[in-house]
């Protein structure tokens, strides 16, 4: 199947946290990295194209809008019952890969702030809706997308909602994060009112406080 990402490769998940990372994150165990690494590489054969608008189909697990309201549900591929270990909690709703450098490689879009790709899961708390968006000075920087949202942009909402069944309290997407070049990128995310920072090292490792 296709999603965003057209590589195979997911990051890995180092043993501590660099110290650019945001204010509000910690270090979590949890459900197991290797399940989620599965999931989400599953999802994207090799030399797949990155066709960015085509989201999980065939053994994906679709999120379903039960309350009637609301933005559209955002395509999940899996369920679980806690963010999975190598993952770190951003403010209560989120959590990102722990590793000190996500692998990134050319991309293959013309747009010049999406020269490269780098692939991981977001993983979002069951019933949240939350917005990621690159910090300001980085929007023609960086792009994101996960979950088959279309183009990659400067600020994606996600909408977590359960899968069919009620099954798990949290929701794994495709997706990643687009940079111009290697960077330690400096992301947002809004849930619930509260904006909650992050630094992620796409390509290298974040060295310290990111500024414009």
Known sequence: MSVHAGTTRTPHAPALVEPGVGRRTRPIAGWGLLSLV???SAC?????????TTPPA?????STDSSGGGPPCTASVDALPAPPAGYRLVGRD????????ISAEDSGEADPAARLFAKWG??????AVVDVRVAPGWQDRARLGWGGTGTPAATV????CASEGGQGRWMAFVGGTWVARAACVPLIVTSDGQDDPVDLGIGVPCAGPTTP
């Open 44 to 52: 994207t054969p090799a030399g797949d194209a990155r066709q960015r």
């Open 157 to 160: 909402t996600v909408h977590a």
């Open 58 to 62: 065939d053994g994906a697990a679709p």
């Open 38 to 40: 599965v999931v989400l």
């Open 94 to 101: 989120v959590a990102v890969p722990d590793a000190a450098v």
């Open 122 to 127: 977001l993983v979002v708390r069951a019933g």
